[in-house]
C-alpha cells in the first residue's frame, strides 16, 4: 500500500528491555521525522532525517536511537525502555524542506 | 524557542455554525504553517499547507489565513457538520530541516 505505516500499531514491553518501533514509507520523501505525543505536552520531536544516513537530534531525544539506511525505512528503537517513554509514537515523511509532512497511524507504546 | 498557542483547548458549537479556530506562534521566522485534524486513536490527516508567502489556502469547506507578521493563523469550517468533529491541530515549520513545533490542539465537538 502507497503512504506512509508504523508497526506494530500497539506495544506493551517491560522496563528495561529493547523494543523498535518501525515506519515505512512508499513515496521515496527525503525528510522522516518521529514525534511522540502525550497529554499536556502534544506532539514532540524525537529525531528526524534529512536523507539515507543523516540524522539529527529533536527536542527529546534521550533514550531513543535512530537508523536511516534506506530512504524508505526509519525505525526508532528503545534501548531500555522506561516508563516515561509510555506514549503514542508517530512517523512522518516530507518530501523536500519545508513541504507538506504526512503521518503514519501511530504505535500506542506501554511500558510497564 | 518557537512556541505555538492554540485556544481554547475545545469547542462545542451546534451543526450547520459556521467557526473560526485559531493559531499563535510566538516566532515570525517561519517556512510554513499546517492544520491537521486528528480523529481520537487515530493519526494526523493533513488539511492545508500555507506557505510563508501566502495569505490563505482554502480546501472544500476550509479555508486557512496566515498573518506572518502578527503571528497568528484561522482555520474557518464553514456550516460545520458532525463529521467535523475531532482534534486540530496548528504546526509551524521554523528552521530549514523541515521540522514541526505543533500547538496543543483544539477538541472541536459538533454537535447535531
Known amino acids: 500500500d502507497a503512504g506512509i505505516t508504523q508497526s506494530p500499531r500497539y506495544k506493551i514491553t517491560e522496563t528495561g528491555r529493547q523494543v523498535t518501533l518501525m515506519c515505512h514509507q512508499t513515496?521515496?520523501?527525503?525528510?522522516m521525522f518521529w514525534y511522540r505525543q502525550d497529554l499536556g505536552h502534544g506532539l514532540r520531536l524525537i529525531y528526524y532525517?534529512?536523507?539515507?544516513?543523516?540524522?539529527d537530534k529533536g527536542e527529546v531525544p534521550d533514550g531513543y536511537v535512530v537508523s536511516r539506511s534506506k530512504t524508505e525505512n526509519f525505525p526508532l528503537t528503545l534501548e531500555s525502555a522506561t516508563r516515561s517513554q509510555t506514549s503514542v509514537y508517530f512517523c512522518?515523511?516530507?518530501?523536500?524542506?519545508?513541504?507538506?509532512?504526512?503521518f503514519g497511524q501511530g504505535t500506542r507504546l506501554t511500558v510497564v | 524557542k518557537q512556541e505555538v498557542t492554540q485556544i481554547p483547548a475545545a469547542l462545542s458549537v451546534p451543526e450547520g455554525e459556521n467557526l473560526v479556530l485559531n493559531c499563535s506562534f510566538t516566532d515570525s521566522a517561519i517556512y510554513n504553517l499546517q492544520w491537521f485534524r486528528q480523529d481520537p486513536g487515530k493519526g494526523l490527516t493533513s488539511l492545508l499547507l500555507i506557505q510563508s508567502s501566502q495569505r490563505e489556502q482554502t480546501s472544500g469547506r476550509l479555508n486557512a489565513s496566515l498573518d506572518k507578521s502578527s503571528g497568528r493563523s484561522t482555520l474557518y469550517i464553514a456550516a460545520s457538520q458532525p463529521g467535523d468533529s475531532a482534534t486540530y491541530l496548528c504546526?509551524?515549520?521554523?528552521?530549514?530541516?523541515?521540522?514541526?513545533?505543533f500547538g496543543k490542539g483544539i477538541t472541536l465537538s459538533v454537535r447535531p
Open positions: 504546526a509551524v515549520s521554523t528552521g530549514a530541516n523541515s521540522k514541526l513545533t
Open positions: 512522518a515523511s516530507s518530501e523536500g524542506k519545508n513541504t507538506e509532512a504526512f
Open positions: 513515496w521515496s520523501h527525503s525528510y
Open positions: 532525517s534529512a536523507a539515507a544516513d543523516i540524522t
